[in-house]
């Protein structure tokens, strides 16, 4: 009997594509076969590799425009859009052919893209993000786009979303006509709602991340609510060994604290914020991890209660850690709260500002406003600090650890085996 054989488009940085090879994983181990499509950074395809899955490299590499682009500029943004969903109909096509189904996340010119090789392949497509700001709700507004500011005398959800779609259609809808027509398919009046689908999937732990039962419709117009499928986060399944000298590091005093941003560009922010967060800690005699990250962050001397480090997995490392300073990202603050773990989170753009109000929410640890104005100062950072590694927020972080569910990728597995066979 042939294995059902599923290609996942993931274009972004490393919170996109890492939540892809647990999904492959998972999937994997169901028997399947899996191509990843995804940006062709060496550190995305050595994770791919990793995971045992076949990975293809798609697009241009994502760290050098996530750490040269000025955040919020629209500057080449047309071609790079064109470029994206031309590798849609190119090389993820090329990749789907024979395959069972289609499985996307990302900006918009890859989830249309990605829809649209399915749509001519006659197989099952499936939108999946791992953050629901991108989702419309009359509880939150859209988070913009590019170069097109939303009004800011416009204090209606509903109406935001209405005008995030045809923001959508203005800078997305002729360039994707332009390629279904090369493809002969016809066009597409909606270009939010085709590629998110009636039915989005949210990779997101509920308990983190909660849905609200009334939404307004992916098309906007304030139609009903949004029929989002719930699967929990998506983690790769076994942590990876951590490299012998973070090993040594912990062995040899007290559990430090960890602060890396990702890959969010921090420009000349980054030395700032990087002191900042170690005289911090030091303030209360913890030592260091540094995660370099794309901002490149390095120790402020060379102390010994300091470590920098390239690559730690965070499943393995963050339980061992006392607290994590870090950037607000999906995944690294599901996978603090999945570890038990407090937080402090300096939030500067995109989705990170939301999941620093729902750690703030649930008392997991503390959070900066967004985005700040500065890099925080040491003793805004150490007050922080201070308040993550209370005996109150480790209790409520251990408490919430145990509702955290950890099979969001095998239950997502599953619904695509039922999809594909639909």
């Known amino acids: 009997m042939r294995r059902m054989r599923v290609v996942v488009s993931a274009y972004g940085a490393r919170g996109s594509v890492e ?14 076969e899996v191509r990843v499509c995804a940006p062709p950074d060496g550190e995305f395809t050595e994770l791919l590799d ?27 943004l047309a071609q790079r859009a064109a470029d994206l969903m031309a590798a849609q109909f190119g090389p993820v096509a090329e990749a789907a052919e024979g395959c069972d189904v289609v499985v996307a996340t990302g900006p918009l010119p890859v989830t ?41 005398d416009v204090e209606d959800n509903r109406e935001l979303w209405d005008l995030d779609a045809r923001l959508a ?3 997305f809808g002729a360039m994707l006509g332009a390629f ?44 009903g609510a949004v029929d989002v499928v719930r699967t929990g986060a998506w983690f790769r399944p076994v942590a990876r060994p951590l490299p012998p000298e973070v090993t040594a590091f912990l062995k040899a005093g007290p559990p430090p604290v960890y602060v890396g941003f990702g890959s969010t560009p921090l420009g000349t ?44 997995d965070h499943q393995a490392l963050f339980a061992r850690v006392a607290a994590v300073i870090h950037h607000g990202g999906a995944g690294t603050t599901t996978t603090a709260a999945r570890a ?12 990170q500002p939301y999941w620093a109000d729902r750690i703030a929410t649930l008392g997991l640890g503390a959070t900066l406003p967004a985005p700040p104005p500065e890099p925080p100062s040491p003793t805004v950072l150490s007050a922080a600090l201070a308040t993550a590694l209370s005996p109150e927020t480790r209790a409520r972080a251990e408490a919430v650890r145990g509702r955290i569910r950890d099979d969001g990728a095998t239950v997502a597995a599953g619904l695509l085996f039922e999809t594909a066979g639909r």
């Open 169 to 171: 259609n203005d800078m």
């Open 19 to 32: 939540p892809m090879a647990g999904l492959a994983e998972a999937l994997r181990e169901r028997g399947a």
């Open 269 to 312: 922010a980054g030395s700032a914020l990087a002191r900042a967060a170690i005289e911090a800690a030091r303030e209360r005699s913890r030592r260091v991890i540094l995660a370099r990250g794309w901002a490149g962050l390095t120790p402020t001397d060379d102390g010994d209660d300091c470590l920098a480090v390239d690559e730690a």
């Open 340 to 351: 038990g773990t407090p937080q402090v989170i300096v939030p500067r753009a995109g989705d």
């Open 180 to 223: 279904r027509d090369a493809a002969g398919l016809p066009p597409v009046d909606d270009v939010r709602g085709y590629a998110f689908t009636d039915r989005p999937w949210l990779a997101a732990d509920p308990v983190l991340s909660p849905w609200p039962t009334a939404g307004i419709g992916i098309g906007g117009g304030g139609g």
């Open 50 to 76: 990793g995971s045992g899955v076949a990975a293809i490299p798609v697009g241009a590499p994502v760290r050098p425009l996530v750490t040269t682009v000025k955040p919020g500029s629209a500057v080449g």
């Open 112 to 152: 249309a893209g990605a829809r649209s090789v399915a749509e001519r392949l006659g197989v099952p497509y499936v939108y999946a993000t791992h953050t629901p700001v991108v989702l419309p709700s009359p509880h939150q507004p859209p988070p913009g786009r590019r170069g097109r500011p939303l009004p800011p």
